[in-house]
């Protein structure tokens, strides 16, 4: 959706996180952090993995 794209045609970080909580539907979240390591721009496919954890899980969003 462009409503998503930044004026840089940038994806906007504030979507970053509402893909995370789509994906951790029925589980209990006690806390999340989140780093960006990259710019994810218009054109570009976002791939997103779940990796459960025994103590959690790790939510990768990738180009």
Same mark, same amino acid.
């Given at each position: 959706?462009?409503?998503?794209? !930044?004026? #840089?045609?940038?994806?906007?970080?504030?979507?970053?996180?509402?893909?995370? =909580? %789509? +994906? /951790? $539907?029925?589980?209990?979240? &006690?806390? =999340?952090?989140?780093?960006?390591?990259?710019?994810? &721009? =218009?054109? !570009?496919?976002?791939? =997103? &993995? +779940?990796? %459960?954890? *025994? #103590? *959690?899980?790790?939510? %990768? /969003?990738? $180009?």
């Amino acid at each position: 959706m462009y409503s998503n794209i !930044d004026y #840089n045609s940038h994806f906007n970080n504030a979507n970053y996180f509402c893909m995370a =909580l %789509e +994906l /951790l $539907t029925g589980y209990f979240v &006690k806390s =999340l952090r989140m780093e960006y390591r990259v710019t994810i &721009k =218009l054109g !570009d496919g976002i791939i =997103l &993995k +779940l990796f %459960e954890m *025994g #103590n *959690g899980c790790i939510i %990768e /969003l990738a $180009t």
